[in-house]
């Protein structure tokens, strides 16, 4: 096969999907990348769609560990960068972003809402060069009205409550 690239599109324990590059419609090439990975350990079947371009992995759930380890060191798929390990603000994000998401589902006022936010976020996150994010503007913001409100005169200072503590 030629050195196609995968993209690992999906994955739950037990099954992986895949897309190829320039695979849609191309169901030989499906065909040849689906063989490379049907040799790999704990692999129980792979199937195809030519629709979607894609590659699916279903393995043993019990070789989980074995299989990733191989999977991991395809040639033919795209290293991905490590995401480091979730944060309590991402939590907490993660959770006002589902929320916002559920209560757009039932309201168009609400949906307007969310989707001019992520335009939002998007648009400062492409200006800045992915260094600022909403996150940032609305702890900054909160940070900023709790100086204005209480001061500079309360018995501990601001900065130092809501910075975070190194101990």
């Known amino acids: ?91 907490v994000s993660e959770a006002i972003e589902n929320e916002a998401e559920f209560l757009a589902e039932h309201s168009k006022a609400v949906r307007a809402v969310v989707d001019w936010t992520k335009t939002l976020d998007l648009e400062m996150r492409r200006a800045s060069g992915n260094n600022v994010d909403l996150k940032l503007v609305f702890v900054g913001g909160v940070i900023a009205a709790t100086v204005l409100e209480i001061g500079a005169t309360a018995a501990t200072p601001v900065w130092m409550t809501l910075a975070p503590c190194s101990a």
Not at 48 to 75: E, K, M
């Open 1 to 91: 096969m030629s050195r196609k690239k995968v993209k690992l599109a999906h994955s739950t324990h037990g099954r992986v999907r895949l897309k190829v590059a320039h695979a849609k419609g191309d169901e030989q090439l499906l065909r040849a990348v689906a063989d490379t990975f049907k040799a790999m350990p704990g692999v129980e079947s792979v199937g195809i769609n030519a629709v979607t371009g894609s590659v699916v992995l279903v393995y043993d759930p019990d070789r989980h560990d074995d299989f990733h380890g191989h999977f991991s060191l395809h040639p033919d798929v795209e290293r991905q960068p490590r995401r480091p390990p979730k944060t309590e603000l991402d939590e």
